[in-house]
Nanobody, 126 residues
Framework: QVQPVESGGGSVQTGGSLRLSCAVS?????????VAWFRQAPGEEREGIAE???????AYRDSVRGRFTISKDNADNTVHLQMNGLKPEDTAMYYC???????????????????WGQGTQVTVSA
């Protein structure tokens, strides 16, 4: 069963760090899948910010490149998002999403992502 579950959100001050985790599956392990982190602030569209493909290739939104790092642990099918240098504009609900394809890239089209977590809140205060 592919059911992403996020953890690791919280509240930090500007410049702080958080590490989000996404447990991709509770049992069934897909042979090919890509995982993306999306975020949505109140009144805003959901936006993809980082993505990792089956082979580990990654992609980032310009606004987070150099501050956020996505990584995949194949041993336990967990994807992490290390967030450093956090800013108030990073405040949002963060979602993990899974697409059962080899490569996704960072796209605005949400259709390939069939499996979504419930989200974890990240709040950055000035």
């Amino acid at each position: 069963q592919v059911q992403p579950v996020e953890s690791g959100g919280g509240s930090v001050q500007t410049g702080g760090s958080l590490r989000l985790s996404c447990a991709v599956s509770s049992g069934y392990i897909p042979s090919t899948y890509c995982v993306a982190w999306f975020r949505q602030a109140p009144g805003e569209e959901r936006e993809g910010i980082a993505e990792v493909d089956t082979d580990g290739e990654t992609a980032y939104r310009d606004s987070v490149r150099g501050r956020f790092t996505i990584s995949k642990d194949n041993a336990d099918n967990t994807v992490h998002l290390q967030m450093n240098g956090l800013k108030p504009e990073d405040t949002a609900m963060y979602y993990c999403a899974v697409a059962l394809v080899f490569r996704c890239g960072l796209r605005e089209d949400l259709a390939p992502y069939k499996y979504w977590g419930q989200g974890t809140q990240v709040t950055v205060s000035a």
